[in-house]
Structure formats: structure tokens, C-alpha cells
């Protein structure tokens, strides 16, 4: 980093980051699912819905989120997704509140404009990262992923520090997960100090000094004339759906992972798997930088594809507290370990000449996974949502052979 003026606004934004470590797990987590369900009078598994909401917002603002950053600058496209991402989090707050009285349809809504959020912060941070790191843009990229993950591998502590027990008349009220009785716990500190520090965040970075060159003098190609302008072939249609694929392996084993470990195995306060889930991201994410000098980045996505697959029929198989101890750090190290990023960066090295577009297009396949299976994942049993993450996963692995088995000449054909 060669201007240690844009340290400051650095800091800021990989804070952003680790704040939504906690806002897009929060809602997977087996105790805050009870919590919120009983205070909404719904199934625990429908909370999986309002988690849902968060890809749908995703999907309302990526078409719109990039040339918004491009035109109107970095600074303003962070403010705007820290802003939004605070409503979320203090929405939250609000709709447990509201009980029955309407609070599962606040939620929802929150969901959807935490979702918009999360787009402005991506297309506003992701960039403008870049500009400052010029020499390491890669490493920057890693270090959002990195400081996300450290999150996650605090939450079991922070859900614990922030919990305070629902008193009824002198007594705590309990209820159950699944049959197993357990305290119901009042998470609305927790859902304040992150949208607080969202707040916060989103004001700060307003007063921070970012490259001269954060708003785009050239005239961008949208994507509608990109997706005009671009000859798509079968390999490209694969990579593309592989957004879809490894984005649906981690994210329906991080929300309705602990709702298995409850239902099939028993484990009456499953949390700590989100450490493991974790910490295996962090030493993968580390690994695989390295790896990658030496082995080509098309060989993850069939490789790591192959070891979550294993996972998953591992555990849907042996549902015990060791198994799905083991399936947590398998499936954060090795789905969640920086996938999604390699196999956009595989599209740029076979697509150079619609590198916008296909990362565009993998992205919003991404968040059109969020919504869809997330959705459908609401209305099953946990044991039903783990054949079904099996199955996306095997597509995932067929998928990532094909590219492999083609990636010569596609490279051949790129240069």
C-alpha cells in the first residue's frame, strides 16, 4: 500500500465485513431460529425463508448496484449498502418485538433491503478495495472472505454474550427445538450492536479519503449489452451454473445444518459447529492461496465439490455429534473457503473478452440459489434439505469435471 491515507477507509471496510459475518449467519443458528420462531408462532424451519429474502434483495439490486458504484462512486455505494445493512439488523430487533403482531412479515421486508445492502457493499468495498491494493488485488479480495470468516468463528461467543432469557411471570420461558426443551433467549442486544455499528460505519466512511480515481471516467458497458454482445457456449453456460451450485452447498448447510444436528443426531445445543464451520474456512482460504501457485485454480472446483459430497453423504448417513462436527469443517473449508471466488476467476481467465458479464451473470446466479433454495428449504424437514444439498452438490461435481475435461482448449481458444 503505497498512500497510507486510504488506510483509514480500508479499515472501515473490511470492518463492514465482519459485522456481515454475523448479519448473513445470525439467522442460521439453531437457538436464534427457536427464538424467533416461538416468538412469531412459526415452525422453526420457516425462519429459513426470511434468509431467503436476503438473495431476493440481492437479485433486486445487482443490476443496478454496479453502475450506480461506477457513476456515482465507491464512498456513496458503501454508505448506502452500511445504511441499509443497519435497517436490517435494527429491523430485526423491531419485528421480535412485534411477536405475532405482523413481526415475521417485518422481517421479511428487512431481509430483502438487508439484501440490497449486501449488493451496494459488494459492488462500493469489492472495487474500491482494489484501487487502494493495486499491487495485491487478490490478497485484498482475500481479506473480505478472511475478515467475514473470523466473524462466524466468534458467533457461538457473541450469541452467548448477547443473550438474555425471556422472564413470564418470575419464571424464564422454555421451549423446545424439535422436542428438546431448552431457555428461550431475547437476542435484541445483539441485533443492536450490529446494526448500531452499521450505522456507525456507513458515517465514518464518509469522512475517509478514497483513490482519485473511484468514480469511472469511461463509459461502462451494461450488462443487458454485454449478454447482447456475448457468444455463449455450453462451457460458459457450466461455469456460470457452478455460481449456482457451490453457492447452494454452504449455504443451505449454514442454515439448516443445526436444525439437522437437533432433528437427527440429537445435539441439543449445536452451535459450536459454526466455529468449526469457521475455522476450517480460515486455514482453507490460507491453503489455498498458497496452493494456487502451484496447481491451476479449474482443479478446486471439481476437487473441493468431490470433498463436500463425500461430506454430505457422510452425514446423511451417520447423523452423530462427531460426524457433523467433522461435516462443519469440511463443508466451511471446502465450500465455503473462497469457491465462489475461484470459479469466478476461472470465467475471467476462459471468457477474457466478457469478463464483466460472466462474473455479473455467476454472481446473480449466486444470489438466485439464495432465494430459490433457501425458499424451498423453508417448507422441508432438515433431513429432506440435506438429500436435497447432496443432490445440488453432485450437479456441482459433474459440472466441475465438464470445465476440467474442456479447460485446455477453452484456454487454447481464449488466447
Known amino acids: 500500500m503505497k498512500n497510507k491515507k486510504y488506510l483509514p477507509a480500508a479499515i472501515i471496510m473490511y470492518l463492514n465485513y465482519f459485522v456481515h459475518g454475523v448479519g448473513c449467519s445470525v439467522l442460521g443458528q439453531a437457538t436464534i431460529k427457536a427464538t424467533l420462531a416461538n416468538a412469531w408462532g412459526v415452525e422453526a424451519m420457516k425462519i429459513t425463508a426470511i434468509s431467503a429474502a436476503l438473495g431476493l434483495g440481492r437479485l433486486i439490486a445487482l443490476p443496478f448496484a454496479g453502475p450506480l458504484s461506477d457513476k456515482m462512486g465507491r464512498k456513496i455505494s458503501t454508505m448506502v449498502g452500511s445504511l441499509s445493512y443497519a435497517v436490517y439488523l435494527l429491523g430485526l430487533m423491531f419485528a421480535f418485538n412485534a411477536g405475532t403482531n405482523g413481526g415475521y412479515t417485518i422481517a421479511y421486508v428487512c431481509a430483502v433491503i438487508g439484501g440490497i445492502a449486501n449488493s451496494f ?33 466468534f458467533l457461538a461467543g457473541f450469541l452467548g454474550f448477547c443473550a438474555a432469557p425471556i422472564i413470564v411471570d418470575g419464571v424464564q420461558a422454555t421451549f423446545d427445538l424439535n422436542g428438546t426443551a431448552v431457555a428461550l433467549n431475547n437476542y435484541n442486544k445483539l441485533f443492536i450492536i450490529c446494526g448500531l455499528a452499521y450505522a456507525v460505519l456507513g458515517v465514518l466512511i464518509f469522512f475517509c479519503k478514497l ?11 451494461g450488462l443487458i449489452e454485454g449478454i447482447k454482445k456475448a457468444n455463449f457456449t455450453i462451457e460458459s453456460i457450466a461455469m456460470i451454473a457452478i455460481g449456482f451450485t457451490c453457492t447452494g452447498t454452504f449455504q443451505l448447510w449454514l442454515n439448516c445444518a443445526q436444525n439437522y444436528a437437533v432433528a437427527n443426531a440429537g445435539w441439543e445445543n449445536p452451535a459450536i459447529m459454526q466455529t468449526y464451520y469457521s475455522m476450517a474456512c480460515l486455514a482453507v482460504l490460507v491453503g489455498t492461496a498458497f496452493l494456487t501457485k502451484w496447481i491451476k485454480d479449474v482443479r478446486f472446483i471439481f476437487v473441493y465439490p468431490v470433498i463436500c459430497l463425500a461430506t454430505l453423504i457422510m452425514v ?57 433454495l433457501l425458499q424451498m428449504a423453508s417448507g422441508m424437514t432438515p433431513a429432506g434439505v440435506m438429500t436435497m444439498n447432496i443432490v445440488l452438490t453432485a450437479v456441482g461435481v459433474l459440472l466441475g469435471l465438464f470445465v476440467n475435461l474442456r479447460y485446455a482448449k477453452l484456454v487454447a481458444s481464449a488466447e
Open 121 to 153: 457493499l459488494d459492488t462500493g468495498i469489492y472495487p474500491a478495495l482494489g484501487e487502494i491494493f493495486t499491487e495485491a488485488k487478490g490478497v485484498a479480495t482475500m481479506g473480505i472472505k478472511f475478515a467475514i470468516s473470523v466473524s462466524q468463528m
Open 211 to 221: 483513490p482519485d480515481g473511484e468514480v469511472a471516467t469511461e463509459k461502462k458497458e
Open 316 to 372: 446423511r448417513l451417520v447423523p452423530t455429534q462427531a460426524t457433523l462436527s467433522i461435516g462443519a469443517a469440511l463443508i466451511g473449508g471446502f465450500a465455503s473457503g473462497g469457491l465462489l471466488q475461484i470459479a469466478t476467476a476461472v470465467c475471467n481467465t476462459i471468457f477474457p473478452q466478457i469478463k464483466g458479464t460472466v462474473t455479473a451473470l455467476v454472481m446473480i446466479m449466486s444470489s438466485l440459489c439464495n432465494y430459490t
